[in-house]
């Protein structure tokens, strides 16, 4: 049975000491409802290993934001999947659209990055989807077809089975603009549908599928109530306790 998950983004945002104090705010939050998903916090590297000591790891993971796709040695500034799990982390956020954009990310690298976290005991949240320009001219379904194919079909099965799908339209990240529930539905059955062409119904059945993209407490029930939208992956409402735990009570 997949999990429902809404996992909040924090970006580069908040010093140390406010994510502390957000991470409590949620916790404490967290702490007066039952919520129907399991809810993870994507921190900055230098937080996680406080955030991880402030939150009920009963109902709340840990994710880094990224990781290296080298193992160690010599790469100044990088941190390792090791080292996140180090911190107590548990799930760590691959692919996202900016670091595909900004820092030259490609499937190949992604595919790198994807074993070295499943190889440290690290769960992916992998990020896929597709800018405006290809939404415009229909090429969204090649698009997220690639970006799986290429980074994660290389996996067996069992590995598969540790990897969360985020589906992002780049078109809508921190633009206010949100795919409708329809498209976000139409999507997210098509990339079901393709794991249960390479890895079965069991697997693809199993597969958490998150959308992504301006979701907040106003639209995130309707996207959530679709059958292949398995919850969300965060960005600015994630960064008030308020605004993040109406989308959890939005299951």
């Known amino acids: 049975m997949r999990k429902n998950i809404v996992a909040g983004n924090w970006k580069m945002n908040l010093t140390l000491q406010q994510g502390i104090e957000l991470a409590k705010d949620v916790n404490s939050r967290v702490a007066a409802i039952s919520p129907k998903c399991r809810i993870i916090l994507g921190t900055p590297f230098i937080h996680i290993t406080e955030v991880v000591k402030t939150v009920d790891a009963s109902k709340i993971d840990i994710a880094a934001q990224n990781c290296a796709n080298k193992a160690s040695g010599a790469f100044t500034g990088e941190v390792s999947a090791a080292m996140v799990k180090s911190t107590g982390a548990t799930y760590v956020i691959l692919g996202h659209s900016e670091r595909r954009a900004y820092y030259g990310e490609t499937t190949a690298i992604l595919k790198e990055k994807t074993d070295l976290a499943l190889a440290n005991g690290l769960s992916p949240i992998f990020c896929i989807g597709e800018v405006l320009e290809e939404r415009e001219s229909n090429k969204h379904f090649d698009v997220v077809k690639k970006q799986i194919s290429e980074s994660l079909f290389h996996l067996s099965a ?48 199993n597969t958490s599928i998150l959308y992504g993209g301006s979701c907040n407490a106003a639209n995130a029930k309707e996207l959530f109530s679709n059958p292949d939208v398995d919850g969300g992956l965060i960005g600015g409402a994630a960064l008030k306790a308020e605004d993040f735990l109406a989308i959890i009570s939005s299951f």
Do not use: N
């Open 158 to 205: 069992e590995e598969f089975g540790k990897i969360v799908l985020a589906y992002e339209p780049v078109w809508a990240i921190g633009t206010g603009k949100t795919a409708s529930p329809a498209q976000a539905q139409e999507i997210h059955a098509y990339i079901r549908k393709l794991l249960v062409e390479k890895y079965g119904k069991d697997v693809a059945e």
